[in-house]
């Protein structure tokens, strides 16, 4: 991220704004769609860009840095938890991305891991989503219940 340039900002296949970048510890090509939020916020910081205050797209310091910039909107925030880039990543992978529904292997490639059984470990699914898929499965299966009835 603290690399990104306009250049790795690609029209992708469906039109909307990607990713391409190489990642830095395997060197692999990795294609990653833009969601709106995150789009938003590479707007804001475009400004900045263009006045020459940054190099790339987003102002990011080193990792540490970074680590203690995001521990300290935690406490201003009253979280009392350990928080990292490291776990915004994990965030990622479980809040926003598997408990909505993505598939595990969409996740593992977003992710860039190379073995599923990686990514599996960010899968601890939540009760509430548990709860959903068994109910939307026992719908599925009263629709076709109703569905096989009515043909009777």
């Known amino acids: 991220m ?9 029209k992708g296949i469906d039109n909307n704004n990607w990713i391409y970048t190489k990642r ?3 060197d692999e090509l990795v294609k990653v769609p833009i969601l709106p939020k995150a789009w938003m916020i590479l707007e804001k910081y475009r400004a900045l860009q ?10 990011i310091s080193s990792n540490q840095k970074t680590n203690s910039y995001l521990k300290e909107i935690a406490k201003s925030c009253g979280i009392h938890k350990s928080i990292s880039f490291h776990v915004a990543r994990h965030t990622f992978a479980t809040t926003v991305m598997l408990s909505n529904g993505v598939p595990i292997e969409t996740v593992s490639k977003l992710l860039g891991h190379t073995k599923l059984s990686t990514t599996q470990i960010y899968a601890r699914v939540v009760a509430s989503k548990i709860s ?3 109910s939307n499965l026992l719908e599925r299966f009263e629709q076709k219940r109703s569905k096989t009835l009515s043909n009777c």
Not at 2 to 10: A, C
Not at 50 to 59: F, H, Q
Request: glycine fraction near 8%.
């Open 2 to 10: 603290k690399e990104l340039t306009e250049d790795n900002i690609v």
């Open 132 to 134: 959903e898929d068994i």
């Open 50 to 59: 263009n006045e020459g205050s940054t190099t790339g797209l987003l102002p």
């Open 24 to 26: 830095e510890k395997t």
